[in-house]
């Protein structure tokens, strides 16, 4: 039951007073009816017991000064003096020893016994005494010396070990006791389950039950107590059920450990329906670790209302004066967002302690109140691993993850306690600032210090790796993760790093080797995850069966999963099955809203991505900044009519919505303006900006430029971009081909060479198609896929064809230097051309073809694709990093504009 207790949300100190006090466990089993426990009496009682009056019958009286009893730490030599106490009953001093832990005094009471005849009741208070003062090793040697000793003395003793955290051999003294022909008491039973709860031994735990059911022990209430400790301690509530229904005799112990059961396995509504069932079946008065379970249980379910009710009866019944309450009111109120009443019972407590602060600093970093969380610790009076640690994991959650290395590094310095609590946090915060060179030093700490095995920190290991961009490591880690231990959450980690890094193939097939294997059981994340990549690559079947699995396991209540599965859904081109999971989702944050504007922007819809957001007006939905981005892009796709409305939009943006304008919203707002030909006054927004324009918003009017090929103003831009970012891997290639497009071929090898030197890429653009649930895809001239020869000449013989109907080959797109036959063998060989044409020998005739391509269509592909759609009588959707377009009878739905 100690052990039951110890896990309940209470402060360590009242755990350790409920478990002196409890019912559950009765008092001072041990001692025989001729002790007087003076553990419940005043120094005055203790003095009267004492008193000369007590002891005539021995000529040798024993006298206790008044200044023994202010000071008990005074020689307890010149207590006894040589004298005993009346009929040698030592057992009194004994436990005045562990009244005022006096080891010293114990010791010497021991020298007394040993001069005595042995005998076993003496021996027994003298075990007790030891285990109390925490001296096991003494209390086993007195054990030891014990010629016979009884089931008092082998049942303090399994009670010691079993709280000594020296369960097995509490077990092994349990054992031997038997063999000896000792039979055991309810008393021994209790300790034997006191060490099955700590060391979670179901299988023994289930032995001990069969053997208490044999002898009858099940009446006795203390043992069903601890029975029911075991089992809720070993999550097996419905044992917990039986043996509280069987019970005929409860007290409040019993309901309580019911209570707390229900609490740990997240019935949280039943909690309160027991709780009303205690006050009306057997009238009990609650006490704190009641109220403390309940408010744990309103907490885990939101229930404000629960919760004010359970406060009121706290107050009611007294306890508002209660540590163990106020610090469960605190967690309370943190968990149902209620900053208010946190700081009001904080500022009013009587008593605080080392967990009442911790707890101030979890709410305040729960609230997003890092600097009052950080104040609130340099406060404290005194500070444990626990304090440090919820500092550090706040700092961690508010993407702090520099100030949470700064407070690790003291840590390291102060010589705090680190634990794989400490660890992990430190490895989240480092995950999240991304900096390699820092994961690596923070991962050899890791291995120095001794926790590179545990699987907690090991699995952080993995995910900081992952978030640092060191998946070769992440590979190792997960390659040599134990066999015997859990490998789901490796498994997700893998996953979730893989599509961090863009690595979309590898994390579907580690997927499925999970599926497979059963080794990985889909949950919120994964499913989350995958439904992300589904969207990427526009893999609709996959994502549709992930859409399916969700609804089969009930995971769709999760808004998360709700919105990534309208986003899998939109970017896979079927807007009407997103549109079917938005109307289906029960609750709608922000994130759902957004997720549908993008759909509609991404099909190029601005009507009706325009009709939502009124949508959200009508009920009250308050904007972010994001939701701002997808309301601007949607006038580039309504008509040049509502240019107006886009403005009035954007000059309301901070007045009304309260969102101040950031380069992303002016890029937006310009991307518009230049997709209507307004590009004059496009230039002039960006010059009167209110602060320094970023590249985006240059590269936003350069693209209108390109549109309506004004080289004019496209000219300026390009200033304006190599100026800004004249480090860009981007801005070199823009270099480059503007070199290259005015005849200066020399200085575009230059630009290119110094590209080269400095180890800079052209981020290549790539295309592919999904078929028979393979992604197959394709770059510029690219050979790599098993059917290319095929796919080569069925490509020679659809540009003949399209050709024959109007197709020219537009050279202007490929700017360097090369004659006009290999400009031509590049540019009908691009990775879209590829795609297309593997597509179409793939699929039945008539289906229609839908290609992906990570960046945009050129104006050549445009071109073909058009003609394409004539010649193969053929519709095929193309989606590009402006959207989808889709080709039909020579005609494209962004109307040439994108």
Not at 624 to 644: E, G, K, P
Request: hydrophobic share 40%; glycine share 6%; net charge negative.
């Amino acid at each position: 039951m100690a052990a039951l207790i110890h896990n309940h949300p209470t402060t360590a100190a009242a755990a350790a007073s409920a478990f002196a006090f409890s019912p559950c466990f009765p008092r001072d089993p041990f001692l025989s009816h001729r002790s007087t426990n003076l553990h419940y009496l005043s120094k005055p009682e203790i003095s009267s017991f004492l008193s000369p009056s007590r002891t005539k019958a021995n000529p040798q009286n024993i006298r206790i000064s008044p200044q023994f009893l202010q000071n008990p730490s005074i020689s307890s030599s010149k207590l006894l003096n040589n004298s005993q106490l009346p009929n040698n009953d030592y057992s009194p001093l004994l436990q005045l020893s562990v009244r005022y832990g006096d080891i010293e005094l114990a010791k010497t009471v021991h020298a007394s016994i040993l001069k005595l005849e042995e005998g076993t009741y003496l021996s027994n208070a003298l075990i007790v005494a030891y285990i109390k003062l925490g001296r096991i090793d003494l209390a086993h040697k007195v054990f030891k010396a014990i010629s016979s000793p009884d089931v008092v003395s082998y049942t303090a003793m399994i009670s010691g070990f079993a709280k000594a955290n020296r369960e097995n051999e509490a077990i092994e003294l349990f054992l031997e006791m038997r063999g000896s022909g000792i039979e055991p008491n309810e008393y021994s039973f209790v300790a034997l389950l006191t060490a099955c709860i700590r060391l979670l031994d179901l299988e023994l735990g289930l032995q001990v039950h069969t053997f208490l059911l044999k002898l009858g022990f099940l009446d006795c209430i203390y043992v069903v107590n601890a029975l029911m400790g075991l089992y809720s301690k070993c999550s097996c509530l419905d044992f917990v059920m039986e043996l509280f229904d069987d019970m005929k005799t409860r007290d409040i112990a019993s309901w309580n450990t019911v209570i707390s059961s229900l609490v740990k396995e997240c019935f949280y509504e039943e909690v309160f329906g027991f709780f009303r069932d205690m006050l009306r079946i057997d009238g009990f008065r609650v006490d704190y670790f009641t109220l403390s379970s309940l408010l744990t249980s309103a907490a885990g379910c939101f229930g404000m209302r629960e919760g004010r009710e359970v406060h009121a009866y706290a107050i009611k019944g007294g306890f508002e004066s209660n540590l163990s309450v106020d610090n469960a009111l605190i967690r309370f109120y943190t968990k149902c967002g209620s900053v208010e009443d946190v700081l009001y019972l904080f500022e009013r407590m009587p008593e605080k302690d080392v967990f009442t602060w911790t707890e101030m600093i979890t709410a305040y970093m729960q609230f997003g109140l890092v600097d009052s969380a950080a104040e609130t610790f340099d406060r404290m009076p005194e500070r444990t691993c626990v304090s440090y640690n919820a500092l550090l994991a706040g700092y961690s959650q508010n993407d702090e993850g520099l100030r949470a290395l700064k407070l690790f590094c003291r840590m390291v310095e102060e010589g705090a306690e680190l634990n794989d609590f400490t660890l992990t946090s430190v490895l989240n915060a480092c995950g999240s600032i991304m900096q390699k060179n820092t994961s690596e030093q923070i991962h050899g700490f890791v291995l120095k210090f001794g926790f590179g095995r545990n699987s907690c920190v090991e699995a952080a290991l993995l995910d900081m790796c992952t978030w640092c961009g060191r998946m070769a490591d992440a590979e190792k880690i997960y390659i040599r993760w134990p066999t015997n231990q859990d490998s789901s959450i490796p498994l997700t980690a893998m996953i979730c790093g893989y599509a961090r890094n863009r690595q979309l193939n590898e994390a579907l097939s580690l997927f499925c080797v999970g599926q497979s294997e059963e080794s990985l059981v889909l949950d919120e994340v994964t499913a989350t995850t995958i439904l992300g990549i589904c969207g990427q690559l526009g893999f609709h079947k996959f994502g549709e069966q992930i859409h399916c699995c969700s609804i089969k396991y009930g995971l769709l209540s999760d808004t998360m999963l709700g919105n990534a599965t309208i986003s899998m859904y939109s970017k896979c081109g079927e807007m009407e099955d997103a549109i079917k999971v938005f109307n289906t989702m029960v609750v709608h944050d922000i994130v759902s809203w957004n997720s549908l504007l993008a759909g509609h922007v991404l099909h190029r819809q601005g009507d009706e991505a325009l009709a939502i957001w009124m949508k959200m007006e009508k009920l009250g939905v308050q904007p972010d900044s994001v939701t701002c981005l997808f309301i601007i892009s949607a006038y580039r796709h309504t008509n040049s009519d509502l240019v107006d409305c886009c403005r009035g939009f954007f000059s309301s943006m901070e007045s009304i919505y309260q969102i101040k304008p950031t380069s992303e919203h002016y890029a937006n707002f310009v991307g518009v303006l230049g997709y209507w030909g307004l590009l004059e006054e496009a230039e002039e927004i960006i010059k009167k900006m209110p602060f320094v324009p970023k590249s985006c918003v240059w590269r936003a009017l350069l693209d209108s430029c390109r549109i309506h090929r004004s080289a004019t103003i496209g000219k300026r831009v390009v200033k304006e971009i190599l100026s800004l970012e004249p480090q860009d891997p981007s801005t070199f290639i823009l270099k480059s081909n503007l070199y290259s497009a005015s005849g200066r071929w020399h200085c575009s090898e230059i630009v290119r060479e110094e590209m080269r030197e400095k180890g800079f890429r052209k981020f290549p653009g790539q295309s592919w198609i999904i078929h028979d649930n393979k992604v197959h895809s394709f770059f510029a001239r690219d050979r790599t896929h098993p059917q290319s020869k095929d796919i080569y000449s069925g490509l020679q013989i659809l540009i003949l064809e399209c050709i024959k109907v109007g197709y020219v080959p537009d050279t202007s797109f490929v700017l360097h230097e090369a004659e006009e036959y290999q400009k031509k063998d590049f540019l009908l060989y691009h990775g879209a051309k590829l795609a297309i044409t593997c597509g179409l020998l793939m699929t039945k005739p008539g289906k229609t073809v839908r290609i992906m391509k990570n960046i945009l269509l050129c104006g050549d592909c445009h071109t073909f694709f058009k003609n394409v759609s004539v010649v193969t009588k053929r519709e095929i959707h193309v989606r590009d990093a402006s959207g989808f377009h889709c080709f039909s009878s020579g005609k494209c739905s962004c109307k040439d504009h994108w």
